[in-house]
């Protein structure tokens, strides 16, 4: 299997006056290429601190995260927007929609964001999006119109809609009931399969690793164990010469 | 896409949306209305001027083109001298005195009516008749309309009661006439006067009269009542321009700091707004550029109200006011927008660099 990312020996500390706390102590995990992986681990294990640095919303303290070969650890600031405009799908926790746009709206921003220019109306890869998600009928609407489940939806339906390289969603069933959950959790599923989108996925429910076939453990800003160490990886290419 | 947000951003919050759009149409409102009520007196003072239809205006030594400021004087004397001069057809003398009773500032013209009329051509009667009493006053139909007066009844002027005898058509340099030994008596000195209007055959000779006037009085401001005119209507004055300074610089003060505030405040709320714009990977120069637009947004449509606003405003001040004039000139209206437009600029330069320079990962997790 190709890895599309790749970590190694991903370090993150933060400096509370002080006090330096370690959230990443050494990561390193490689993710193929339309795999749906899961993250879990205790409260204060790291996990949202890798999720921020895969997601190019940080930068490490050392260490590497290539995504499609390209290191994003050390990158400025502007190299990281960048990064995050053209290969980046967050989904949250609390589904940052923004309040005063529609649904509609919503998916759009992140559209023209993406492309540079304005970019509204009718896509067929949104229209299919949309039917899967089951949320085509609600564009019109608010956030604050909308359930907690539409609205993660339409959080993924924003965060996919550019085929990022990378899905990253962060305990995105945590403000959501079961059901509801468990209706978001099959969606990822099936964009998986479907769209070949690669995801990954933080969840403190052990339910949720039912859904998937990679399963990261975390523990005290390290990884525990991983299900995915035994596959082998072509690696090739940009891979190679970034050294690994 | 960025307009959407923009829109989206000043719908939601109506209330500081309609404070900031009006702090700016009381910024424009500030500048057009001010400026154009005293470019508006100026002008009109500087028309009045033209309107006396004199030639010259030949005054005492240490004198100043503006009436209003003068209290020295010459001997009445002096006009027989230039009326010898050939090429003078008329000369009439004029005592001005300086009415500052009930908040604004009059000029009453002491004349003698006979050289009056042979140099201005006469007043344009709507009502009653000249003085024929020391204690008689004839006032132009502004001053009428204004101050609701009409033929016989009283007016106060420097604490002295006068009976209206008559309403003139207006453009004859003051608003209030009485005659000249009244004014002379008022300001306590007979036989002088404070100027001569001089009326040529021929106004082509002005230049060279002047010249002449000044040879012959080599102190005496001989001034072309023409350029006198067309100074007052489109040259700057020291003192008044200063003051139109002031009002600007307040009125762009106002807007610059309702914007900041506003945007400043509205950042603060939008903090997690922007979190999320910058987690889908738009970039500082979009967070500043739609805070930017934002701004000049609301100052764009507070500058129109604004411009309309004090069009109303000038057409109120007219209705109550008929002595009053508010001059708005194309000029002045396109400064106004500029400035408001400036004053979003300038307000939002901190708000916009504080909000971009965020962490996005503390801006997402802002509550
Ligand atoms: N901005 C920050 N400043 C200082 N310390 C931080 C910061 N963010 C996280 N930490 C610390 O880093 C460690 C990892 O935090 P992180 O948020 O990544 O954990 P997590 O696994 O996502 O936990 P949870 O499951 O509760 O969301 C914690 O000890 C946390 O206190
Ligand atoms: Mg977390």
Redesign the interface.
Known sequence: MKPILETVDLRKTYKVGKIEVEALRGVSIKIGAGELAAIMGPSGCGKSTLMHLLGAMAQATSGKALIEGQDIASMNDSERTEVRRRKIGFVFQKFNLLPALTAGANIAVARTIHSGHKVYGDDPHLTELLELLMIQDKMDRKPSELSGGEQQRVAIARAVVNRPAIVLADEPTGSLDSRNSEIVLNMFRELNRKFKQTIILVTHNPELAAYTDRLIEMRDGVVKSDNGDHISWDISGEMATAGL | ?KR??IV??L??RPVRTIVSVLAVTLEVMLILVVVGLTTGIRDETGRRMEGVGADIMFQPPNSSMFLALNNANMPVAIGDKIAEIEGVRAVSPVQTLVNSQGGSLEILYGIDPETFDAVTGGFLWHRGKMFSAPEEVVVDDWYARAKTVDVGDEVELLARKFKVSGIVEHGKGARLFVSIKTAQEMTGSINRTSLFFVRLEDSANTAAMIKRLDETFPTYPARDMRELASLMTSSSIPMLDAFINTVVFVAVCIGVLVIFLSMYTTITERT??I??????????A?IVGMIFQESVFVCVIGAAIGVVGSFMVARLVQAMFPTLVVLITGGWVARAVVFAVASGILGSIYPSIKAAAQ???EA?AYE
């Open positions: 896409m959407e947000i989206a951003s719908k939601a997690r707004e979190g999320i714009l910058r987690s889908l990977g738009a970039s500082k979009f962490d996005p990962v997402l």
